[in-house]
């Protein structure tokens, strides 16, 4: 279905068109023509799927600009509140709607006098905006319209005592839209509580992968993954990756050992300021760093093109973790690889995705890394310098469960599994190497 075929004004679709935005994807057009009459809505959506314009385009289309604080849209992270506000912008400025985005690590007196200026459409992380309904700068008496995007990773941040609170604040003859990747028991309540009779629509009904994603699981010792990513980092040479682990430290400790490579790579956690986390997302953006170290939380919302690899280096905690971790990869039909890394202990984590996703992922090892394998010394640290060629391409690791001469994608690009030519910078040893 086209924008254009839908109810909606002539100068919306002008935008729309303006914008690039001609077709709608299938969350759009569930949930956009009953979401114009005023039904509450449950979309069932994952990052990328064009649910932000699911629900901007039909509050757009029926908010009148006057000042006052008519839509309310609460996102789980400040990145994501900064992508939602930014498309916002984008799509409502030229409608004359004044909006904004309001979160924490930065200063009040900047947002508190944004407020004060009269807003339309207000974008905000759950802790911020409680600050501001506390202390009265912002009032949701006129709200009539209230968002909760990515629901389920707002209870899995434990925010969602403040999504009661600001629920219970707004009007009761508001409409409200709820967007979650998954349904838990939590957010289902919350929505039985808070929303009368919502439709329910599922942009996919059985969680899939985009089919240019090779996806392999390296096995390896818990104690050598360090040095094992390091090694696929010289011979996968990603154009641009993200790697996920699961603790804010980890994130800056990996980070320095990739950058003694010689990769240009920032790591992003909770733990930075806003200005530096901002600055961080940038220059991965731009393309002047190749590599970002996240955790789920800093990750989860993160919307940029031309993603070539996702390493898991630690496990996602749920099997629906793992599908958005490798969805930043492979859009828009473009060519991806999703690489994890896994101990003999996480087998049944490893089972739990397949059944998820519905497909069988080929296993690897990696020769010294492999716990079976005898001990090693763990790798130096490497310099990078032009384009010098790596000693990694002449290692031999074992792809089980793949045919190398079928010439199919999972084998011809198995990684670590082939011989590369120039596959990243020539290691130099501190020490003899025995």
């Known amino acids: 279905m086209r924008f254009d ?8 679709i002008r935008v729309l068109v303006q914008l690039g935005y001609e ?39 029926r908010l009148r600009p006057g000042g006052e604080v008519q839509a309310l849209v609460v996102c789980p992270t400040r990145e994501l509140a900064l992508q939602v506000g930014e498309e916002a912008r984008k799509v409502g400025r030229p409608l004359g709607v004044k909006s904004d985005v309001i979160y ?32 009265g700068y912002l009032s949701l008496r006129r709200i009539r319209w209230l968002v909760l995007d990515e629901a389920d990773r707002m209870l899995d941040m434990g925010f969602i005592a403040d999504v009661d609170r600001i629920m219970r604040k707004a ?11 998954t349904l838990p028991p939590a957010i289902l309540n919350l929505a039985r ?10 942009a996919e009904p059985r969680v899939t992968v985009p089919p240019g994603i090779v996806q392999l699981f390296y096995r390896v010792m818990e104690s050598r993954k360090s040095d094992a990513l390091r090694e696929l980092l010289r ?50 953006r731009d393309g002047r760093v190749t590599i970002l170290v996240a955790t789920d939380v800093a990750g989860r919302g993160l919307d940029i093109d031309n993603i070539s690899h996702v390493f898991n280096y630690d496990m996602p905690l749920s099997s629906e973790d793992y599908v958005h971790r ?25 089972a739990e995705i397949e059944e998820l996703i519905g497909q069988k992922v080929p296993r690897a090892t990696m020769g010294e890394f492999d716990p079976d394998a005898a001990p090693a010394r763990p790798l130096a640290p490497t310099i990078r310098r032009g384009s010098q060629r790596g000693r990694g391409a002449g ?40």
């Open 235 to 284: 011979i996968e040479r990603p154009s641009k990756a993200l790697v996920f682990t699961s603790t804010r430290k980890a994130t800056a400790e990996l980070a320095s050992q990739i950058r003694r490579d010689g990769f240009e790579v920032h790591s992003m956690s909770s733990d930075l300021s806003q200005a530096n986390r901002e600055r961080a997302l940038q220059a991965f």
């Open 193 to 202: 509580r808070y929303m009368f009779h919502p439709l329910e629509f599922r």
């Open 395 to 434: 290692r031999q690791y074992s792809h089980a469960g793949s045919d190398r001469s079928s010439g199919s994608s999972s084998s011809s690009r198995s990684g670590a599994s082939q011989d590369r030519p120039g596959s990243g910078p020539r290691r130099r040893a501190r020490g003899k190497r025995r």
């Open 104 to 135: 924490g690590g930065t200063s009040l007196g900047h947002q508190r006098q944004t407020l004060l200026g009269g807003l339309d459409l207000v974008v905000g992380t759950p802790g911020r905006l409680i600050d501001f309904i506390d202390s």
């Open 171 to 181: 009007p009761m003859s508001r409409q409200t839209m709820l967007f979650s990747a």
């Open 326 to 350: 490798i969805g930043r990869t492979g859009r828009l039909e473009k060519a991806g690889r999703a690489i994890t890394l896994y101990t003999p202990r996480e087998e049944q984590a490893l």
């Open 23 to 61: 077709e709608c994807t299938p969350i759009q057009e569930a949930c956009i023509p009953p979401a114009l009459k005023g039904q509450d809505i449950v979309g069932v959506a994952r990052t990328g799927s064009g649910k932000t314009l699911a629900f901007l385009v039909p509050i757009l289309e």
């Open 5 to 12: 075929s839908m109810e909606l004004g002539e100068a919306l």
